[in-house]
């Protein structure tokens, strides 16, 4: 099985894509900058050199050739101005979901952020970023040649992983170590019931796998 990362030097996909890698998975990060490859090689992912923000539909649809899943994992990241939350959180989401579209890759994973909106009212730089995110979820979400699932953290800490965690379609604001949210990804990936989902994830106590498992048999 390959899977494809977008954003995929981002703490989060680094960490993902070790794990996939680990279970046997042919996996490729997307990355902007060529010196971050031996970055993936070491978490056992090919990287593939391309800039999301000026490709094509066409050329990122090339790589997606013959996945059997995508993941949006990509982020403008902090300290970066609205106009990259525009064309990054918003517009890169919006090409890597045409070019699977294209490429004919149905099992699409994002990772969005709890309070994502495209209606999210405000204009802080977060502001801009929520709004940016959820109008990247609600065009997902728009796209029935996908099997998409919308994964919304709550806010993240570099704390070692539990396993443990709560995943529902509200959860309420709430800590996640990134170690979970990208063993989380990894149980969706595997769990296509989970398809036509939209989920918050905070730190909890039911183990991983049989939280997965309770909202795909919702």
């Given at each position: 099985m390959r899977i494809v990362i977008a954003g995929g030097h981002g703490q989060i996909?680094?960490?993902?894509?070790r794990l996939l890698a680990t279970r046997g998975y042919e996996v490729a990060g997307i990355i902007r900058r060529e010196e971050q490859g031996d970055d993936?090689?070491?978490?056992?992912a090919e990287p593939v050199l391309l800039d999301l923000?000026?490709?094509?539909?066409?050329?990122?649809?090339?790589?997606?050739?013959?996945a059997d899943a995508a993941v949006f994992a990509a982020g403008a990241g902090p300290g970066s101005g609205a106009a990259r939350k525009d064309t990054v959180d918003k517009g890169?989401?919006?090409?890597f979901a045409d070019a699977a579209v294209r490429a004919r890759v149905r099992r699409f994973l994002v990772v969005s952020s709890m309070g994502a909106d495209p209606r999210h009212e405000g204009d802080e730089i977060f502001d801009v970023y929520l709004r940016a995110k959820g109008e990247a979820d609600?065009?997902?979400q728009g796209l029935d040649a996908l099997d998409w699932t919308i994964l919304r953290p709550g806010s993240l800490t570099d704390e070692a992983g539990t396993g443990l965690v709560r995943l529902e379609a509200h959860t309420g604001r709430g800590p996640v170590p990134r170690d979970d949210v990208a063993a989380v990804l990894a149980e969706l990936l595997e769990t296509p019931a989970t398809a036509g989902l939209t989920l918050e994830l905070v730190s909890g106590s039911t183990p991983v796998p049989v939280a997965v498992k309770s909202v795909a048999g919702n």
């Amino acid at each position: 099985m390959r899977i494809v990362i977008a954003g995929g030097h981002g703490q989060i996909a680094r960490r993902l894509e070790r794990l996939l890698a680990t279970r046997g998975y042919e996996v490729a990060g997307i990355i902007r900058r060529e010196e971050q490859g031996d970055d993936l090689r070491e978490a056992g992912a090919e990287p593939v050199l391309l800039d999301l923000e000026s490709a094509t539909v066409e050329e990122v649809a090339a790589h997606l050739q013959g996945a059997d899943a995508a993941v949006f994992a990509a982020g403008a990241g902090p300290g970066s101005g609205a106009a990259r939350k525009d064309t990054v959180d918003k517009g890169a989401a919006v090409l890597f979901a045409d070019a699977a579209v294209r490429a004919r890759v149905r099992r699409f994973l994002v990772v969005s952020s709890m309070g994502a909106d495209p209606r999210h009212e405000g204009d802080e730089i977060f502001d801009v970023y929520l709004r940016a995110k959820g109008e990247a979820d609600a065009y997902v979400q728009g796209l029935d040649a996908l099997d998409w699932t919308i994964l919304r953290p709550g806010s993240l800490t570099d704390e070692a992983g539990t396993g443990l965690v709560r995943l529902e379609a509200h959860t309420g604001r709430g800590p996640v170590p990134r170690d979970d949210v990208a063993a989380v990804l990894a149980e969706l990936l595997e769990t296509p019931a989970t398809a036509g989902l939209t989920l918050e994830l905070v730190s909890g106590s039911t183990p991983v796998p049989v939280a997965v498992k309770s909202v795909a048999g919702n």
